[in-house]
């Protein structure tokens, strides 16, 4: 089983530790800062905090050149094909979903990354949070069915 | 605009970008948090990893922040979650249970989050991403003026 090889876990680490270490710099763990940039009645006034849009600007220009790097290629280094999503169409589910994790982002400025990240420094009510987030995902995954090919076949 | 931190966002951000690179060309797999998250129940063989990921990325937040403590919070400043404003009469931990629920019910049927398609999948260039990006960017923006939370 290649996802059971060294290679393979020391990659999921490896990339786990970057996400982490990205976080925590770009002080996306703080859900206030979050919300600063979310908040755009500050913007009038000048008061408004940007720094999210240069965190997903830097991110999404190194994650474009992996995209195209990997294009080049059959396989992943470590796995026998790249699991792309194949589902292409835009539904109800896709801007359902969409629209109540905008709700959720809105009230407490916390997606799920920085949710898990926050484990490392314990703040006060952040186990509500991640057991309700939780009970939230297993209450979606009995609407949307589980396994890749039934999710697939479910959506078309 | 005192709270704007371009430098350490722009890098944070890279980071970010070489974590999802890193999975994407080794294992072929999306870095996206609410489905790593959302799939830690078996089959067993793919929960390995997933696993292996989350350690990681709670460990390496630690470090970064004994490393560099002035960031910020999680460093000097101690990390702390938003309280319920006070015009809604809802308690903190009730509001945060709600929004919780929300964020891991909507990532769910949605298919993904700020990173699996906010990160990964505009860098693939997917529709689906783009409208979902734009949907709970959106949306977000509205609660927090409507909620007056900051």
Request: one cysteine or more; aromatic letters at 10%; glycine letters at 14%.
């Amino acid at each position: 089983m290649a996802n059971l090889k060294l290679p393979y876990l020391a990659t999921a680490a490896l990339s786990g530790a970057l996400f982490g270490s990205g976080l925590y710099v770009s002080q996306m763990v703080d859900p206030l800062k979050v919300l600063r940039f979310l908040d755009f009645t500050t913007i009038p006034s000048g008061g408004w905090d940007p720094s999210l849009a240069f965190v997903m600007g830097a991110a999404l220009i190194v994650m474009f050149i992996a995209v195209r790097i990997g294009k080049g290629r059959q396989a992943p280094l470590f796995d026998t094909s790249f699991h792309e999503p194949e589902y292409r169409k835009v539904d109800r589910r896709l801007v359902g979903g969409a629209v109540l994790f905008g709700i959720g982002w809105g009230m407490a400025g916390i997606c799920p990354g920085p949710a898990i990240s926050l484990i490392a420094f314990l703040p006060e009510n952040l186990w509500i949070f991640l057991v309700a987030m939780f009970a939230g995902s297993l209450a979606g995954s009995l609407i949307i069915p589980s396994g890749h090919a039934r999710r697939l076949a479910d959506a078309q | 605009m005192e709270s704007f931190t371009p430098l350490t966002a722009a890098l944070g951000g890279a980071l970010i970008g070489l974590a999802a690179a890193v999975l994407w060309l080794g294992n072929g797999r999306i870095a996206g948090i609410s489905g790593i998250f959302g799939q830690l129940l078996p089959p067993a063989q793919t929960v390995v990893w997933r696993v292996v990921f989350l350690v990681a990325l709670v460990a390496a937040t630690f470090a970064a922040a004994q490393l560099f403590p002035t960031l910020g919070v999680g460093g000097d400043t101690p990390a702390r979650l938003v309280e319920a404003p006070a015009a809604w009469g809802v308690p903190t931990p009730v509001w945060l249970a709600i929004a919780g629920l929300l964020t891991g019910l909507g990532t769910k049927i949605g298919n993904g989050c700020t990173s699996g398609h906010g990160v990964c999948g505009l860098a693939r260039l997917s529709l689906r991403s783009l409208v979902a990006v734009l949907v709970f960017f959106g949306v977000a923006v509205i609660t927090v003026t409507v909620t007056g939370i900051v």
